[in-house]
Every structure is written in C-alpha cells, then in structure tokens.
C-alpha cells in the first residue's frame, strides 16, 4: 500500500463528502428535487456497501463509499421535505429489489456475493434517479454529480490491488457516475452541438446569402429607378430643369406678364428680334388710328 494510493482514498472521500454540499444548498432553494427512493436506498446500500467492502478487504477504497453514505443520508432527510417521487411502478420495484438483495446479503455470509447483490440494490436505487435525470435534468446539480464523478476517479487511483475484490465498487462507482453526468449533460451537448451546426451553416453559406441579397438590393435598386424614370413627375421634374431653361418676364414690353420657356439662353439675335417685334407692335396702334381719319 503506497503513499500515493492512500492519499488518493482519502481525497476521494473528502471530495464525495464535499459534493454535498451544493446539492444541499440547491435543493434547500429549490433548484433541486432529490428522488427519495434514490437517497434513502443509496444511503442505507452505501452503509452495507461500506461494511461488506472492509470485510473483503478493500483497503483503501472504503473512504469513498462510507463517506459518500454519511452524505446520501442527509440527503435523505432532505428529500422528506423537498423532494419528489417514492410512490411510482419504478420506484416500487426498486424499494422490493434493494430489500429482497439486503435480505439475501443476510443469508448468505459470502463478503464477495454480499458486496454483488449489495451493488445491484445500489444500482435499482439509482434507476429513478437516472430516469429523471433523462425526463427533467434540470431537476439535479449537475456540479454535485460531476464532483462525485471526480471522487470516483481517485478511489480508482486508490485501488492498490486490481483483483475482484478491489476493483468491482470502484469501477461501477464510477460507471454509475458517468451514466448520470452524461444524462445531466445531454440538454448542454445538444444545445452546444445545434450552435455548432448553425455556425458551420453560416460560415458554409454566408457568402452565397450575401451575394443573393446584393442581387436583391441591385434589382430593387433597379425597379425602382424604372418606376422613377417612368413616372410623370421624373418626367416633369426633367422637363423644367434639364430639357427646359425659362425665364420669366414680369414687365415685358408689350405689356404681358405671362411666363415665357426657351429652350436655351436668349442668343443676341434672339433679343434684337424681340426689340423689332415690340416695337412694331408699339407703332402699330398708332398707324391704325391715323387711318381711322382718312
């Protein structure tokens, strides 16, 4: 037995005492629902469990199982106030498993057959847990169970003898552990893994979307300076200030005061003509009248 393996028993005992403890506090917020069958049958395995692994000579090992049943059993109390189930098919099943496996442990006087059915009522115990676990994982701590699952892993650090005796609670330890984290972390991987293949989607696509709404964006463009240049306003807008310069005469010479369009500016000849137009229409009134004598 080295240092090393000693060290890492006791650690895993410390650490499955101290992941408790945000189990506690959650349940006692209401964040989490213990299973009562759950605690009250690991608890009371986890004592027989304990007993019959010192008795086969697990060394080590016993740290964890002990410590971790101290825990289970506050746990236990708790669920009387805050927890659910008990009452289910499943739950029931359990209870009559873990019972008829404690009873057969009291027949037989194998440590070795003791320690196997005082597992496999572990396991039953564990059942309702793990199927809420999979229903409603919002229910459990996920940081309690991944702390236990790092307490599993030193007890196996622990084992100093890898023989049936020593091997068998660590490992189903931790493959129950691992069972229930991954249940705990399925919602959390499919959420990540959905992000995943939207990113992927987006970075796959995101060019093609961008050079299709710059096509959308240059037809509406299009469209609508159609519509513009189709219009009778663009056609009035155009018509006074690009195709048709005016100029506006207040106090013309022959006494209108109308608006007069040219297509261009007045060229000189232009004006001069204008000049003789006003003044034959000036003279003409009196040519009229010196005839009207004759």
């Known amino acids: 037995m080295s240092n090393f393996q000693s060290f890492a028993g006791f650690s895993a005992g410390v650490v499955s005492i101290i992941c408790v403890l945000p189990y506690i506090i959650s349940t006692i917020q209401g964040k989490t629902k213990p299973h009562r069958v759950t ?37 236990a109390l708790l669920s009387i106030r805050y927890g659910e189930g008990g009452w289910s098919t499943l739950d029931r099943i359990c209870i009559v498993g873990a019972c008829v496996s404690i009873a057969a442990w009291k027949i037989f006087h194998s440590p070795l057959l003791a320690l196997g059915l005082s597992i496999m009522a572990d396991f039953l115990g564990c059942l309702p847990t793990m199927q809420k676990s999979r229903r409603a994982p919002e229910t459990e701590n996920l940081t ?3 702390l236990y699952l790092v307490g599993s892993v030193l007890n196996l650090f622990a ?25 705990l972390l399925a919602p959390h991987l499919r ?3 959905a992000k995943s293949r939207m990113r992927r989607g987006v970075e796959r696509y995101l060019p093609t979307v961008i050079s299709m709404q710059l096509l959308a964006l240059r037809e509406f463009y299009n469209l609508m300076w159609h519509h513009i ?35 261009y500016a007045p060229t000189p000849l232009q004006n001069q003509t204008r000049r003789d137009r006003a003044r034959r229409n000036a003279i003409q009134p009196e040519s009229n009248h010196s005839l009207e004598w004759l």
């Open 39 to 75: 605690w009250w049958v690991l608890s009371t395995i986890g004592f027989v469990l304990s007993a019959n692994q010192y008795l086969a000579g697990g060394g080590n090992t016993i740290w964890m199982p002990l410590c971790a049943a101290i825990g289970q059993l506050g746990l």
């Open 144 to 146: 309690s169970w991944s």
């Open 159 to 183: 084992v100093d003898q890898w023989n049936s005796v020593q091997m068998v609670l660590p490992s189903y330890i931790f493959m129950t552990d691992i069972i229930v984290v991954s249940l």
């Open 191 to 193: 959420i990540l893994q």
């Open 229 to 263: 240049h189709t219009s009778e306003l663009y056609f009035r807008l155009h018509f006074i200030f690009v195709e048709e310069r005016y100029n506006f005469d207040r106090f013309a010479t022959d006494g209108s005061t109308h608006r007069r369009y040219y297509s």
